[in-house]
């Protein structure tokens, strides 16, 4: 299985950048998923990573090293609707083709 | 309009009483899944389907069933719901073609079992 290990919480200010990382630990690395989730809604697909490297997309880019079990997403020019959860979740060679997920990052930007 | 339903989308039951969320999704997608989602545990897988009639455990899968007798449909069954299943509930699909395989979810159940 997957041990998937995110920060709780964090606080930024409108008009910042803002990174978030996501560490794992998996037997078979197949892909990992970056989800945005506003509070009681449910999480929609922000980004994918299966190769090292930087994939970017608007305001939001995700980051992969497959070698360090690391990846970050960063937000800029943050608007107050990205206050959210953000949620890393990893996909390993099990076979399902379902991933596990992290418990997620609270994001609370502020004016 | 691509979508994930399900219903309904909030429940209150008591302790015993066999109830059934069902998810119905119209995208032909292979994968479904089910989580719960906990506050400071994150989403929890409970059963996943690769395709019709072909279920598996997730990884909490204890006091859940699923079924999965039609592509579109894949219902979560509580037998006797307990107070620790009090819980919000997600479905979601996602593709066998394509590049990342995202999952699509539904908009949630809220279950409060007292």
């Known amino acids: 299985g997957q041990n998937i290990d995110q920060p709780t919480e964090m606080t930024a200010t409108e008009g910042a950048i803002v990174q978030i990382n996501c560490t794992y630990q998996?037997?078979?690395?197949?892909?990992l998923f970056w989800y945005q989730q506003h509070a009681g809604e449910a999480p929609t697909f922000l980004s994918y990573n299966v190769l090292d490297g930087l994939e970017e997309k608007g305001r939001f880019s995700s980051f992969l090293s497959r070698s360090k079990g690391y990846s970050y997403l960063l937000l800029k020019e943050l608007q107050m609707k990205d206050s959210a959860s953000y949620l890393c979740a990893v996909r390993d060679t099990r076979g399902s083709y379902i991933p596990t997920f992290g418990r997620g990052t609270s994001l609370i930007v502020h004016p | 309009e691509a979508q994930v339903t399900q219903n309904p989308r909030y429940l209150i039951t008591v302790t015993g009483k066999k109830l059934t969320v069902t998810c119905s999704q119209n995208m032909n997608h292979e994968y479904m899944s089910w989580y719960r989602q906990d506050p400071g545990l994150g989403l929890r897988q409970i059963y996943y389907?690769?395709?019709?009639?072909?279920?598996d455990k997730g990884d909490v899968p204890e006091g859940y069933k699923v079924s999965r007798k039609e592509k579109r449909n894949f219902p979560l069954i509580l037998e006797s719901p307990s107070p620790n299943q009090t819980s919000l509930y997600f479905c979601?699909?996602?593709?066998?073609?394509?590049?990342?395989?995202?999952?699509?979810f539904g908009p949630g159940t809220r279950l409060t079992v007292t």
């Open positions: 389907s690769m395709n019709v009639e072909v279920t």
């Open positions: 998996t037997s078979g690395f197949n892909g």
């Open positions: 979601a699909s996602s593709p066998t073609g394509g590049f990342s395989y995202e999952q699509y």
